[in-house]
């Protein structure tokens, strides 16, 4: 059995038949081949494959293809025009916020979901809102100067 | 090897990318726009099939028999193998050979890989993989250390380090103490699960994509298993996302399983197992029992002092000898031990085979005496800091290891007593214990401890590395060497390397993949040693090339070679100036070889394993730490308030990642000690499989105020590649600081009387325990009949 779906990603309309176990995740990957987004535990702990969907932080192991029917998801390939790049990756990128970069597509998605609420946080509200996302290399102290940075200018 | 000649102070203004800058992550830009390819990111051949491994259920157990049917009656499924399907050797690697790719007829731990099985698509292949029917002929198993120790059952011999006659300084010293303590193994966590990706090529010839620290012993693994040699097996790796020592030999039997079903099958196979799958079936930091019997004098100088380490190495060797080498390597820390004896014991257990992680049992051995440090300052009721400067290594007196190494550069004097001001350790002292006296239910602690941690294999013939560097026609080159990339930035310190010797922007180096066709016999990237070796071998590959385009503009100008200068993306012959790019065009046009290997041998070390004696390390790398926790006592629960370290990487190649390395490693081992916890249950199955239940640290546990310093004045005194220092591991160790202010905290609730008994992982729980433990013992000191 497949299921119709119609998803807006990055601004691009897709129609595809998908199973109703896929995942978004591996829709994302598999389907449309935007390998950016990361996967990580497959249990919605590590946050490696956090995107945005109508405007919210998700992560994208523990949603169905099928619950994005109809939604707008931005990942980080979208995150910005073409050949430029989003205050918070330039600041990521400046701040040296990241090692491997395997979580940094998810950690900026969900910082981007943070300042989009919150625009100047406090570095107390930065760390109260990206524990979901896992970083094992940097001991996040860049992570969160980078986000501070990217605030300052006005992401 | 020659000092560097290049110092960018001499050269005037270099453009971007030379040495000592902090240029950025060589892939940032990749990293920051999900452009960065990682290997399950690498477009798949049509017709490629995923593969899943199916696990032993028991500990310990005879498999009695094997019903494969169901795998094989699975929809999707295309092949199944079993070790009866192997055409070449049923080894991963392991210096032992005890490391099957499938159970024999024995499975040793809960997670052992029994047979592989390759189907359309990931999850049909992962629920295939759990539909064997296997009967076990259960097997006792051993489980923990103890065990371990009471059946003599070891990996490998046990080994002893001794030197001087600790027992009998011990009996003469005017104290004693005698104690036990443990501490708990670590999952590393790399983000990036292990993968491979294995793709069938013409003539048998096997192309594997592997996220492996060490891709040439993936290659020499993949060739044995398909009965094949190292001539017919590439394996490639552009980056990891994260390693930590869990992708040293790990990696082999993940990638040995995709290549042995891409040759049955003759399409790509893929092997990604699942975070649970990857925690459960792969090797993690060994835990360890440490006993302990030492004598000192009124000052706390240690008299004499006998260590007995055990280690729960898992069901083989893997790299339990060196990892457990290392662990006796540095039982003295930062401190000269006149009589010492160190006894270690590899002990086997029926569980996961441990293996390599950042600090390779380094951390184990510092933990031993850093606790020793504790109670003897404990029992003479004085600050630890001043029983471990009592204790340190001299400067020309009391400067010989327990194996006979001296230490040369110590730079400890430097660091301790200018982190002790700049982190007003005293004053926080007296200021924590008044807070102490009027907070009954929140108490703080403090704790500096020192890293001296050697650098190099103490496998010597490791100590060797290669780089091939091509420059083509248009100015543009790329580099290659046998280093792998897994976050630590070694790409970008090697490319800065030879931006610096060619005097060009760094934004013409490609960096190219790990890969065991350009350079051979690499060795593993591990032993913090990356950018040591392959740094030197990308910097001589660099001068072969820069010697011949200098001497082809001597000729070509009509000057004397020496007036041939590379500077500022340009050179300079006599009085002329030609851009690099059209040097390197006049160059091919004249047949000048552009392409060059560079090759590196660390020089003076030597060491003899039977004696436990000689130089097993070219140098050492030191630092210190003072963390300060603060603990609730009606919880356990506690936050690190604040941290500051002072560490010294040598001359930095490049302080913006060096400071993320010590950051990083830091922040990591503050995970080993405090949150991380590995718990079997009692049929040998790791319950903490997921970071649902193992907890690695998060934003939120970063120390509330993080002070990060590199040593100003820092300089090897060995010619390293411009005399920088290994930067990959030493930090870790700086987090032993928090595990002592969180004992210093929970003593404070006696007013210091009384040691806590706190190992390691202090969880909050842990952490309540000991408090629980310290109240009662003060209780029953108050009654006359009470035993301590």
Known sequence: MSVKIEVEVNGTRHEREVDPRLLLVHFLREELSLTGTNVGCETSLCGACTVKMDGLTVKSCTQLAVQADGASITTIEGLSPEGELHPL??????????????????????????????????????????????????????????????????? | ??????????????????????????????????????????????????????????AHARIKSIDLGPVWNTPGVVDVMTVDDLPGANDIGGPVGDDPIFADGLVQYVGQSIFAVAATSVELARRAARKAVIEYEELEPILDIDTALEKKSFVIPTEKMSRGDAPKAIDAAAHRLQGRFRFGGQDQFYLEGHIAFALPKEDGDMLVYSSSQHPGEVQFVVA???????????????????????????????????????????RAVKIRPDRDTDMVMTGKRHGYRVDYDVGFDEQGQINGVEFEFASNCGMSADLSGPVNDRTMFHADNAYYLDNVSIISHRCKTHTVSNTAFRGFGGPQGMMAIEWVMDEIARYLKVDPLDVRTTNFYGIGERDVTPYHMKVEDNVLMDIVPELEKTSRYRKRRREIAGYNESSEWLKRGIALTPVKFGISFTATHYNQAGALLHIYSDGTLQLNHGGTEMGQGLFTKVAQVVAEELQIDISRIRCTPSDTARVPNASATAASS?????????????????????????????????????????????????PFAELTHLAYMARVS???????????????????????????????????????????????????????????????????????????????????????????ELQTHAPSTYKIPVVSDMPEVFNVNLLRSGRNNEPTIHRSKAVGEPPLMLAISVLHALKDAVAGIGGHQLSPHLGAPATPEAVLMAIGDLNQRLESEKEPAGVA
């Open chain 2, 1 to 58: 090897m020659t000092e560097t000649t290049s110092d960018p102070t001499t050269h005037g203004v270099l453009r971007g990318g030379s040495v000592g800058t902090p240029v950025p992550h060589e892939s940032a830009h990749l990293h920051v726009s999900g452009e960065a390819r990682y290997t399950d990111d690498i477009p798949e051949p049509v017709g490629t099939l995923h593969a899943a491994i199916g696990m032993s259920e028991r």
């Open chain 2, 530 to 578: 990356g950018s040591d070796l392959n740094g030197m071998a990308a910097q001589a590959a660099a001068r072969t090339i820069k010697g011949r385009l200098t001497e082809f503009a001597a000729q070509h100008y009509e000057v004397p070679a020496d007036e041939v200068v590379f500077a500022n993306d340009a050179v300079r012959a006599g009085d002329q100036q030609v």
């Open chain 2, 224 to 266: 044995h298993a398909l009965g094949k040699t190292a001539k017919d097996v590439v394996v490639e790796c552009r980056r990891m996302g994260g390693g930590f020592g869990g992708k040293e030999t790990q990696p082999a039997l993940f990638a040995s399983i995709a290549a042995l079903l891409a040759s049955r099958t003759g």
């Open chain 1, 89 to 155: 990756q330039q600041a990521f990128w400046d701040e040296h916020g990241l090692q491997c970069g395997y979580c940094t597509p998810g950690m900026i998605l969900a910082a981007e979901g943070l300042l989009a609420v919150n625009p100047s946080p406090g570095e107390s509200e930065i760390r109260e809102s990206l524990k979901g996302n896992l970083c094992r290399c940097t001991g996040y102290h860049n992570i969160v100067k980078a986000i501070q940075s990217a605030a300052k200018g006005g992401a």
């Open chain 2, 594 to 684: 552009l392409s060059s290997t560079g090759f590196y041998k660390t020089p003076k070390i030597h060491y003899d394993r039977a004696t436990f004696s000689g130089r097993p390390f070219y140098y050492f790398a030191y630092g210190a730490a003072v963390s300060e926790v603060e603990i609730d006592v009606l919880t356990g629960e506690y936050r690190v308030l604040r941290v500051d370290i002072l560490h010294d990487v040598g001359k930095s190649l490049n302080p913006a990642i060096d400071l993320g390395q010590i950051e990083g490693g830091f922040i990591q081992g503050m995970g080993w000690l405090t949150t991380e916890e590995l718990w079997w249950n009692a049929k040998g």
